[in-house]
């Protein structure tokens, strides 16, 4: 038999029928049959016929049965619950990454007054301690002149002292020193 020779599938089924529609059609003697037309590629084109049920959970074709109808609703209960408890748990999930990131935040900005305060204390310090800096530089400029004045006084000054030499004028102020002890 070649596929393009191929017109229907039969299948013999039991006293109740099947609660599946679609490409079955049940004849009326109980066989039902799932239709093909001629193929023009024999490996992929099936005829499905127009008027296809769509599959409605709700549908009393579907289960008659109450247990079932229980069960289903049982089942989308629990599948509600736990979508419901995902929920709070990722809500309270959120809320606690929130808390922390505040917290981080915070814990931050004391930092950063912190830091600010100790750059204030330091930047006075410099300013400090650079002033003293300057007003040794001048004390010392100062003192610089001083002894340049004085050697040079001392250098104008003639020598005609009873000392003869410096070396006596230390050994005078030697023994002054003694005396006083």
């Known amino acids: 038999m070649q596929p393009s020779e191929v017109s229907g599938l039969h299948y013999i089924v039991a006293s109740n029928p099947s609660p599946y529609p679609g490409h079955f059609s049940i004849t009326e003697s109980n066989t039902p049959t799932f239709q093909l037309n001629g193929f023009s590629n024999p490996l992929c084109n099936f005829y499905i016929p127009s008027q296809v049920p769509e599959f409605n959970p709700q549908s009393s074709c579907v289960s008659n049965n109450s247990t079932s109808d229980e069960a289903e609703e049982q089942q989308l209960s629990l599948i509600n619950e736990r979508k419901q408890r995902r929920m709070i748990s990722n809500r309270e999930s959120a809320r606690r990454s929130r808390m922390r ?81």
Do not use: G
């Open 101 to 181: 990131k505040q917290r981080h935040l915070d814990e931050l900005w004391s930092q950063v007054v912190w830091l600010r305060n100790e750059n204030h204390q330091l930047i006075d310090k410099l300013n400090h301690v650079s002033e003293c800096h300057d007003r040794v530089l001048q004390e010392n400029v100062q003192l610089k002149e001083e002894a340049s004045e004085l050697r040079q006084m001392l250098s104008d000054m003639p020598l005609s002292s009873p000392y003869s030499t410096l070396r006596d004028l230390e050994d005078i102020s030697l023994k002054h020193d003694f005396s006083e002890n």
